[in-house]
């Protein structure tokens, strides 16, 4: 699967353009800059199909409305987080933004175990809560989105309202347990490898035998 990669809004988290079909496309989190991600898509020739949200967080949510109106996407959202979508405080968005919070309307709610398909893919939510409760990765073949559960030798912040630092440590042995290397595409930063993040990610020493 060929994934592109946008940072947007004042967090510069990670959007991920994911191709699933010719010209067809899912993104994995809209946080920011609308019209940069509208851009990119009109510049590659993608129809964008679906937006997938890691998480409800303003960073990975502030420019979902926008987008999901010129383009027609829907949008889907694990359940524990879909209260965010509507609320800056409960998003962040009224203590880390100076920037008008759009909130979004029109969603689907998705829970652990559910497949979201979109052309030749099949995204597979896993329920990773610790950063906040309805956190998820997105399973696709050999590629996670990871969202703020899991990073580059680090892992989300499990100290914001609704987050849980005890299930955290569980989700993050959801994905020690996973058989097999994946691409990781994280919400910030650099994309990495799930074996590397199980040999060298501090987090994940509990978990080794």
Excluded: W
Aim: proline share 3%.
């Amino acid at each position: 699967m060929n994934v592109h990669t946008l940072q947007l809004g004042e967090l510069r988290a990670n959007c991920h353009i994911a191709e699933t079909a010719t010209g067809q496309c899912v993104a994995v989190d809209v946080g920011g800059q609308p019209r940069l991600l509208l851009e990119f898509l009109n510049m590659k020739k993608l129809k964008l199909n679906k937006i997938l949200l890691t998480h409800g967080h303003f960073d990975h949510m502030g420019g979902v409305a926008e987008v999901a109106e010129a383009t027609g996407a829907e949008v889907f959202i694990h359940s524990d987080d879909a209260e965010m979508l509507g609320s800056a405080s409960i998003s962040l968005a009224s203590a880390f933004s100076c920037m008008p919070f759009s909130p979004v309307s029109k969603y689907t709610e998705v829970h652990d175990g559910d497949i979201i398909t979109d052309g030749d893919c099949e995204f597979h939510v896993m329920h990773t809560p610790g950063h906040s409760m309805g956190s998820v990765c997105y399973i696709c073949g050999d590629v996670i989105f990871s969202g703020d559960t899991l990073f580059c030798c680090s892992i989300g912040r499990t100290d914001f309202p609704k987050s849980d630092p005890a299930m955290m440590i569980q989700s993050l042995e959801k994905l020690y347990r996973l058989d097999g290397n994946y691409r990781v595409f994280t919400g910030h930063n650099d994309r990495t490898e799930l074996e590397y993040e199980k040999n060298s990610n501090p987090y994940f020493r509990r978990f080794r035998k």
